[in-house]
């Protein structure tokens, strides 16, 4: 299993990043994904979920309306899709495999969001 995120960078209050998640070692279509952030200084946070299929996201209070997660089950790659950005909102942010029961069993290294005039 591997997974492997990128689309970070720094952005300044009210801009937009799209933040993506390359899957292979396994059947991507098979298994909800996750993305997990983690703030300086802070424990993870879970930002969003979606199924297998690309049906029922579902969102942190936090990212509700400026976060939309989508995923390629061709391309096998996951998606996040931040806008309206805050300073809060600055993480180190993970994708993560749902292996069952909301156990999240596979991790990538993190892309760095960085939210900042």
């Known amino acids: 299993v591997q997974l492997v995120e990128s689309g970070g960078g720094l952005v300044q209050p009210g801009g937009s990043l799209r933040l993506s998640c390359a899957a292979s070692?396994?059947?991507?279509?098979?298994?909800?994904m996750d993305w997990v952030r983690q703030a300086p200084g802070k424990g993870p946070e879970w930002v969003s979920t979606?199924?297998?299929?690309?049906?029922?996201?579902a969102y942190a209070e936090s990212g509700k309306g400026r976060f939309t997660v989508s995923r390629d089950n061709v391309k096998s790659t996951l998606y996040l899709q931040m806008n309206s950005l805050k300073p809060e909102d600055t993480a180190l942010y993970y994708c993560?495999?749902?292996?069952?029961?909301?156990?999240?069993?596979?991790w990538g290294q993190g892309t760095q969001g960085t939210v900042s005039t």
């Open positions: 070692g396994f059947t991507f279509s098979s298994y909800d």
């Open positions: 993560a495999r749902d292996g069952g029961y909301c156990a999240l069993d596979s």
């Open positions: 979606i199924n297998g299929g690309g049906g029922g996201p």
